[in-house]
């Protein structure tokens, strides 16, 4: 088995690891370092349940190997409230856009890639961005109010 050492900013905290090549991102964040917010559902890129942000931008954290990682910034669902829940969680919960909660770490993560971007998208767009969001319970439409909601709340800050 091949092992690389590897360097990653997580949530701002750095953190080097020396871990086989074939580990997968969402792996690393949860085995190696025990952030297991982060939830392994399909592990396909199908269901989105591991989503997190990679230098930015969204992304299935069981395609992306951890080697691919070294020097980036990860942010996780542990690394998104300031002290008190972010706007996101707290809609999300307001809306009752949880329920056995296992896509909600990678809903919030796919909608706060999208509100960096796009402070006020329609239900539209919203609806478009989770389609790869996989969510058993709720039927969508309560997250989308959330991501709205949340939209709202960030837009007054
Ligand atoms: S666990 Fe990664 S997309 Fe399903
Ligand atoms: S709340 Fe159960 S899968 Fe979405």
Known sequence: MDWRDVTVYVNGDEYTKTIPVQM??????????????????CNE?????CTVI?????????LVLAV???????LTIEGVSEGELHPLQQAFLDAGAVQCGFCTPGMIMTAKALLDRDPAPSRE???????????????YN???????KAALMLQKR
Not at 54 to 61: F, M, P
Not at 129 to 139: A, D, F, K, S
């Open 45 to 49: 890129g199908e269901c989105g349940a």
């Open 24 to 41: 997968t991102l969402a792996e690393f964040l949860r085995d190696e370092l025990f952030l297991t917010g982060t939830k392994i559902g």
């Open 142 to 148: 309560r997250i989308i109010d959330a991501v709205e």
């Open 125 to 139: 767009v919203i609806r478009k961005e989770i389609e790869g969001n996989l969510c058993r319970c709720t039927g």
């Open 54 to 62: 990679l230098d930015g931008v969204a992304v299935n954290s069981c």
């Open 68 to 74: 691919h990682a070294d020097g980036k910034n990860v």
